[in-house]
């Protein structure tokens, strides 16, 4: 049983990332996302998603500055955005985050998206970005299948990550028992499918059953399934709501009621219809 929010997750080079941290997307810059960054550092969150078109990169590295958390026990991921992709401009791109952040690395660093053909040249870059030591871990956001066997045939270092919209609504089950044949671990981002899950009946019998919230059903879902979840929020009770999901544990049933929801529903964007 995941007892606890410390509960790390070994990428297939050693390194380790926490199973459960915070999403920044549309996190305010400035003192929004500082102190929504440093609220969930307090509750225990050492894992902070941001990327580059968030716009929140300098708020995310002023709020770490101003915790009394070293930055060793941290692990902050970014994105590299769309535009940026290619050799040479992932490389500035780069520089740009790290400078924002203003830390000497970052622990992973993802391709957003792979857009129609850059992804493989991009890749190159994050590879020599990872043997410089810059990045601790690079992995890619957003992938399908058929563009994670595009980037292995052309990559000396496999992704460690590919980080997708996944929930009860859009499990991926075949995308993830892929990642998990070629050792790829998935994250998910919009965990709750932007709260369009919260009034879903099933979720909240469980949820009434165990004395939780639907949410917290829905994360605690995530975990069992040995997926790596970065809920976001900028409310303090929220926050620590969300982390609260240590202190119970979902049945085999429980969990096949919450698989059999599966729509294939998408919030975002399908990967292969965001082509540039």
């Not at 769309?82 to 780069?94: S, V």
């Amino acid at each position: 049983m995941i007892k606890s929010i410390e509960n790390k997750v070994k990428l297939h080079n050693g390194v380790e990332i926490p199973q459960f941290g915070l999403g920044v997307y549309k996190v305010e810059e400035g003192q929004t996302v500082i102190e929504t960054v440093k609220a969930a550092l307090s509750y225990g969150y050492r894992s902070i998603d941001t990327a580059a078109v968030y716009g929140n990169e300098e708020g995310v590295g002023k709020a770490i500055k101003e915790s009394a958390i070293s930055r060793e026990e941290l692990f902050i991921t970014t994105k590299l955005w769309n535009d940026d992709q290619g050799y040479d401009q992932t490389l500035k791109a780069f520089e740009t985050s790290l400078r924002k952040l203003d830390l000497d690395y970052i622990d992973l660093y993802l391709i957003h998206w792979p857009g129609k053909d850059k992804y493989v040249e991009t890749w190159k870059a994050f590879e020599r970005l990872y043997d410089e030591g810059l990045v601790r871990a690079i992995g890619v956001s957003n992938f399908h299948e058929h563009h994670l066997e595009q980037l292995l045939k052309n990559a000396n270092e496999h992704p460690a990550v590919n980080q997708i919209e996944l929930h009860p609504r859009l499990s991926q089950e075949a995308l993830r028992d892929y990642c998990k044949s070629k050792d790829i671990k998935v994250e998910a981002w919009s965990p709750l499918a932007k709260g369009r899950l919260l009034n879903e009946p099933t979720i909240n019998y469980i949820a009434n059953k165990h004395g939780k919230t639907p949410a917290q059903v829905i994360l605690r879902w995530h975990l069992q399934n040995d997926i790596i979840v970065i809920p976001k929020s900028i409310t303090p009770a929220r926050l620590k709501e969300n982390a609260d999901i240590f202190d119970f544990q979902l049945s085999l049933d429980e969990m096949n009621q919450l698989d059999q929801l599966n729509m294939n529903e998408r919030t975002g964007s399908n990967p292969d219809n965001l082509l540039f």
